[in-house]
């Protein structure tokens, strides 16, 4: 039996003084009704909470985790950048190798600026693609989330699809005047949009994978046709790669599926756990940021040692040869024995994976194809899967609309583990 007295202590005081009591929505389980779990630290692919109890964790801190927790190289570069000095705001060497790593390993980006997370990534490569092109609109796709800067707040993923909402309340009309929203995979609304109003579009931005609807893929034509009439209209790319990037291949998925957008935003694994985000692309472009160019963007801890060290051996570790080999097999291996236990208890659902992410989407027979698709979902069943499994000792995302994902600290013995636990849930749901 679990014991979660100290948990739900921490989130009585929590409540009292952090909104909700937690600083990012989905963490406080609503959706998936239960109560949240608080750590008290993780190794490995586990996690402990503070009543003692262990969890295999598919969440990896929603992403950055792809060592899986304190791997201990990463662990030994933060202490060692710790012991000379947490933060200057004077430049360091550190910075110009994690930006060489990034223009080494991705493809398009020829340029690179570091900022503190992946929303500020998404909203200066915006803000960017605006002041290259002069003009105002921006074209997102539903469900697909980048972040929460305003103009970003209409028809999002991740959060915003978990609370059912549509956008948010302080969000001037005026700003989301400007941003078009319209279904993944839909080639003519695309061309119906630009036909009508492609003079003042600045960018499309887009999850080349979608994440934050659950895993969707794009269809074989659908990033190659988004970089053709792109190109045809003197419309800026975004690859929003936050979660893709060195996930997919360790040029993310522009290198998987050879497609270069003429920016590309970063996140999540380039911290390696630690605040990080980028966005680059071609030198043309990343030359109208401040100082060289007028389109201002800045911050004050940006290129942060610490993170930088983190980052820096993350992605040496990435660039080791195999590693995206094995993480695959293992995620094929799981996402299979997945759907033959879901067979054979007869719990109808559609499994969607690429390389080490994958989410099982309850209630639903064929192919996710896009956000309204995505939301037909059977969230109930979900939230009781996500209870079951927390009671087996596996940590789910807590909400339908996301990924899991599988780490390099993830062995075969752990995947059996989880497979087990999977099993047993299934057997008392069916
Ligand atoms: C997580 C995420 C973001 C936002 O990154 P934060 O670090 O949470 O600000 C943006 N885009 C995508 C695709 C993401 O998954």
Redesign the pocket.
């Known amino acids: 039996m679990q014991r979660n007295l100290l948990s739900k202590h921490f989130f009585d005081r929590a409540k009292k003084v952090i909104p909700g009591g937690v600083n ?1 929505p989905v963490r406080a389980c609503k959706s998936v009704g239960a109560d949240p779990i608080f750590v008290e630290s993780g190794s490995g692919c586990w996690v402990w909470d503070v009543d003692g109890n262990s969890y295999m964790d598919f969440v990896c801190s ?2 950055p985790l792809i060592l899986g927790h304190c791997h201990p190289e990463v662990v030994a570069a933060v202490k060692k950048a710790a012991e000379t000095g947490s933060s200057f705001g004077i430049p360091t060497w550190s910075e110009v190798k994690l930006a060489e790593m990034i223009v080494d390993m991705v493809p398009s980006i020829e340029k690179v600026r570091l900022v ?7 909203m200066s490569a915006v803000r960017l693609a605006r002041g290259f092109t002069n003009r105002k609109k921006i074209v997102k796709f539903n469900g ?5 800067a305003d103009s ?1 707040l209409v028809k999002a ?2 959060g915003v699809a978990t609370l059912g909402i549509p956008g948010s309340p302080g969000v001037p009309e005026e700003i989301v005047q400007n941003t078009i929203a319209i279904p993944f995979n839909d080639k003519d609304a695309v061309k119906n949009v630009l036909d009508k109003e492609g003079d003042q579009v600045a960018c499309i931005i887009v ?1 080349p994978v ?3 609807m659950g895993v969707v893929l794009p269809d074989e034509d659908f990033l190659p046709f988004l970089r053709q009439i792109t190109q045809e209209r003197g419309i800026v790319l975004i690859f ?5 990037g060195f996930r997919l291949a360790p040029g993310g998925a522009q290198e998987y599926f050879d497609i270069m957008p003429d920016l590309t ?1 970063l ?2 694994i380039i ?1 390696g756990g630690l ?1 990080v ?1 980028a966005y680059g692309g071609k030198a043309e472009i990343m030359d109208q940021i401040a100082p060289d160019g007028p389109v201002y963007q800045a911050g004050t801890l940006s290129g942060n040692p610490l993170a930088m060290a983190a980052g820096i051996k993350t992605l040496e570790i990435l660039s080791r040869p195999g590693i995206y080999e094995l993480l695959e097999n293992r995620m094929d291996y799981l996402a299979g024995e997945l759907k033959t236990i879901s067979q054979k208890y007869g719990i109808k659902c559609t499994i969607q994976k690429i390389a080490s992410m994958m989410t099982c989407f309850f209630g639903q027979d064929g192919p996710i194809r896009n956000f309204e698709q995505a939301s037909q979902s059977d969230t109930e069943f979900y939230g009781k899967y996500f209870r079951q499994m927390l009671r087996n000792g596996v940590y789910l995302a807590p909400s339908q609309f996301e990924a899991a994902f599988v780490s390099l600290a993830h062995n075969w013995d752990d995947l059996d583990f989880a497979i087990e636990a999977t099993e047993s849930s299934f057997k008392v749901l069916a």
């Open positions: 990012s929603w992403g503190n997370s992946g929303t500020e990534a998404t697909c989330y980048h972040g929460h970003f993923g991740s999850e979608p994440a934050n929003d790669e936050v979660i893709t935003c996140g999540k911290g605040p985000g």
